[in-house]
């Protein structure tokens, strides 16, 4: 069974950068493509980007393109999420998630095992 552990959340001022990471254990790594997600209070989890198991093919979600960066380091079974020109509107739980099925990149039910979650806070 894949385990997953996500790092690197905070604070930070609006404006500002984080890179967040995700840990892999449990499973071939290159096997999986990956995912990251987040999760506001009150709201519904979302798609954020993702990245294909080689590394070669990314997506990301219309609100972070061009502000965030999505890659993996195979040898290290880890997988980051730089995030840079952060917004208040980014503020979320963030959570990586190993992608198992052949559907959409986009759509959460295609992910299994899932992190437990990183805190990322923007102050404005």
């Known amino acids: 069974q894949v385990q997953l552990v996500e790092s690197g959340g905070g604070l930070v001022q609006a404006g500002g950068a984080l890179r967040l990471s995700c840990a892999a254990s449990g499973g071939t790594f290159t096997d999986f493509a990956m995912g990251w997600f987040r999760q506001a209070p009150g709201k519904e989890r979302e798609f954020v980007a993702a990245?294909?198991?080689?590394?070669?093919?990314?997506y990301y979600a219309d609100s972070v393109k061009g502000r965030f960066t999505n890659t993996r380091d195979n040898d290290k079974n880890t997988v980051y999420l730089q995030m840079n020109s952060l917004k208040p509107e980014d503020a979320a739980a963030y959570y990586c998630?190993?992608?198992?099925?052949?559907?959409?990149?986009?759509?959460?039910?295609?992910?299994?095992?899932w992190g437990q979650g990183t805190q990322v806070t923007v102050s404005s």
């Open positions: 998630a190993t992608k198992l099925y052949s559907g959409s990149y986009y759509n959460t039910h295609q992910y299994a095992y």
């Open positions: 990245i294909n198991w080689s590394g070669g093919g990314t």
